[in-house]
């Protein structure tokens, strides 16, 4: 038995090639596709995005401040701590009412805690940094000298905690301020009751 290839899809076989071959439809082949207007047709715009390229991820390495930039941050937390703690060296010299210094010794102490936070999260030179170190490990007994400062009762007995209180000798000794402004080019701090 032959099989036969019906006349019609013999027809649309040749129309197709011979559209493929010229590019255009002969008119006397019947067509069983009709072609859409122009405007019927999406067009197809071709963008070209900038590709983005993304860096590869590595470990951020802290980058450590100039020295003007660390005298800059340590000035900036020192300063109230120093004000506080010149206050009350002034009110002892003075003879203020003890409300007064033991208001002005409060403020250093809330000062003082403050500041202990902030050279945490600062980060110095590394010249610096062993003595910023070291100087957090002596505020323990800043704090301890303050808080028997303003428990004294009087000036009098205030000036005697800040010459006989162990924890005021070993905050008032303490070298690592002194260090740490001469490798910031900054003058020294003096006082009775500590600074930085």
């Given at each position: 038995m032959m099989r036969t290839i019906p006349a019609a899809v013999a027809a649309l076989a040749g129309a197709l090639t011979l559209t493929a071959c010229t590019g255009s439809t002969p008119s006397a082949a019947p067509s069983l596709f009709s072609p859409a207007p122009p405007s019927a047709v999406p067009?197809?715009?071709s963008s070209v995005t900038p590709?983005?390229?993304i860096p590869p991820t590595t470990p951020a390495v802290a980058q450590h401040p100039?020295?003007?930039?660390?005298?800059a941050a340590y000035l900036r937390i020192a300063a109230p701590v120093n004000r506080a703690a010149a206050a009350v060296n002034t009110d002892l010299a003075y003879g203020v009412p003890f409300a007064v210094t033991q208001a002005?010794?409060?403020?250093?102490?809330?000062?003082?805690r403050k500041s202990a936070s902030q050279l945490r999260a600062t980060t110095w030179p590394a010249q610096v940094q062993g003595?910023?170190?070291?100087?957090l490990l002596t505020y323990p007994a800043g704090t301890a000298c303050a808080r028997a400062v303003a428990s004294a009762g009087s000036n009098s007995a205030a000036t005697d905690v800040l010459s006989?209180?162990?924890?005021?000798?070993q905050a008032q000794h303490a070298s690592d301020p002194h260090?740490?402004?001469?490798?910031?080019h900054l003058p020294?701090?003096?006082?009775?009751?500590?600074?930085?």
């Open positions: 067009s197809v715009v590709a983005i390229t100039t020295i003007s930039q660390a005298r002005d010794d409060l403020a250093y102490l809330a000062a003082l003595y910023v170190a070291a100087m006989t209180n162990q924890s005021c000798a260090q740490i402004r001469m490798l910031l020294s701090t003096t006082g009775s009751l500590p600074g930085m």
